[in-house]
């Protein structure tokens, strides 16, 4: 006969968001949205993912394009 072990359930603990996030990017006031795009010396103007990112800031302080990561580890076809 096997004996019931009283097991104690992790902690659930909510994510660090804003409720109303939806994993979109924010824009900002300058109507940028706030995704840092790789792009490479022959097309400063054109990220890696593909858009135009022609008058963006350089080496804003935003999260990375992760379209543009992937491209950039040639994981992409």
Do not use: I
């Amino acid at each position: 006969m096997l004996r019931r072990v009283a097991t104690r359930q992790a902690p659930v603990t909510a994510p660090g968001v804003h409720p109303a996030c939806a994993n979109v990017p924010k824009v900002n006031d300058d109507g940028f949205e706030e995704l840092c795009h790789l792009v490479t010396e022959r097309d400063p103007d054109l990220a890696l993912c593909g858009k135009d990112v022609t008058g963006y800031p350089w080496n804003p302080p935003w999260p990375l394009c992760e379209a543009c990561l992937a491209v950039s580890r040639g994981e992409m076809n």
